[in-house]
């Protein structure tokens, strides 16, 4: 069972799969993305593989219901909702997000009709996930806690008790230390360094 602070996505770009019906081609891919610009560069990538195929057609997904989700469907030309939303139906499916799927399709010379595209473009984005490593990760909350270098030990002692992830640190006369912590625990640890009226501590936005 996935926890309300984790989420599932894929850990790296798919391998290219491929669905045929009736002489069209349908080539499928994943991606692991976290913005905007991260999905027009896969995208601008995909047409200069297949600067002949006719339809780019794709979905993609960030976010976690608690972060709030941003998603888009593009049927890039086919049939309204024929495209796009068959293969975001597939992330939902496979409850991943900060993921794109696209479909490239050639045509074949002969139409599919509605439920001929929808079928083709969801068992593609299906196909791809298929064959995409899935992985669970945390969300995360980043803390900087501030302290003299006297209080190196007492710090250091919370951060291996809690078995937290050091992500930067400054260790001079002033020690600074970022550290990253799960959600769930997030309240309690920023509790037990803000208990400690010698040491700082606060959120850090990214």
Wanted: with cysteine; hydrophobic share 35%.
């Amino acid at each position: 069972m996935i926890e309300e602070d984790s989420y599932k996505t894929i850990s790296k770009p798919s391998t290219e799969v491929l669905f045929k019906d009736k002489n069209s081609k349908f080539f499928g891919y994943a991606f692991p993305v976290l913005s905007e610009n991260e999905v027009k560069e896969r995208l601008e990538g995909l047409k200069k593989q297949h600067h002949s195929a006719g339809h780019f057609c794709y979905a993609y997904q960030f976010g976690t219901v608690d972060q709030g989700i941003i998603f888009r469907a593009n049927d890039d030309g086919e049939p309204n909702n024929s495209a796009g939303m068959p293969i975001y139906g597939q992330i939902q499916s496979f409850e991943v997000t900060n993921i794109l799927i696209v479909v490239v399709r050639y045509f074949g010379g002969t139409k599919l009709g509605v439920s001929g595209l929808i079928n083709a473009y969801k068992t593609t984005a299906q196909m791809a996930l298929e064959t995409s490593k899935i992985v669970t990760k945390t969300i995360n909350v980043k803390y900087q806690i501030t302290f003299e270098y006297k209080n190196m030990n007492k710090v250091m002692r919370i951060i291996k008790e809690k078995n937290l992830k050091i992500i930067n640190q400054t260790l001079e006369l002033n020690c600074q230390i970022e550290i990253s912590v799960r959600m769930k625990n997030a309240k309690a640890v920023f509790e037990i360094f803000n208990g400690h009226h010698e040491i700082d501590i606060k959120i850090l936005n990214d």
